[in-house]
C-alpha cells in the first residue's frame, strides 16, 4: 500500500489560506507559520501529518497527497474542516 509524508496548515478562510501561501512563497517557514495559524492539532509539529497511507486523510487532501506534484504548496483546498495549505514531501 503507497504511503506518503506530507504537512499542512488548516485556516477558517479561503482568503488567510490565500494570505498564508503568499508568505510561504516569499520564504516564510512552512513550520512557524503552522505553528502560529494552523487549526489542527498537527500545529504543535509544524503541521507534520507524518506518514499517512490513502483514505486516513479526507478525499481532497488524499488526491493531494497521493496524486499532486511533490515538495509543491497546494492550495487553498476547501474541504469541511476549512481550508488547507499541503505540502507532500514523499510517497512510495
Do not use: N, W
Request: with cysteine.
Amino acid at each position: 500500500m503507497p504511503v506518503a509524508m506530507a504537512r499542512h496548515i488548516l485556516v477558517k478562510t479561503e482568503a488567510e489560506a490565500a494570505q498564508l501561501k503568499k508568505r510561504l512563497a516569499a520564504g516564510e517557514a512552512f513550520d512557524v507559520l503552522a505553528r502560529k495559524h494552523s487549526l489542527c492539532a498537527s500545529r504543535k509539529r509544524g503541521g507534520d501529518l507524518g506518514e499517512v497511507r490513502p483514505g486516513q486523510m479526507v478525499r481532497a487532501i488524499d488526491q493531494i497527497i497521493f496524486k499532486k506534484p511533490l515538495k509543491t504548496i497546494h492550495g487553498p483546498v476547501k474541504t469541511q474542516f476549512g481550508y488547507h495549505l499541503v505540502q507532500v514531501f514523499y510517497r512510495d
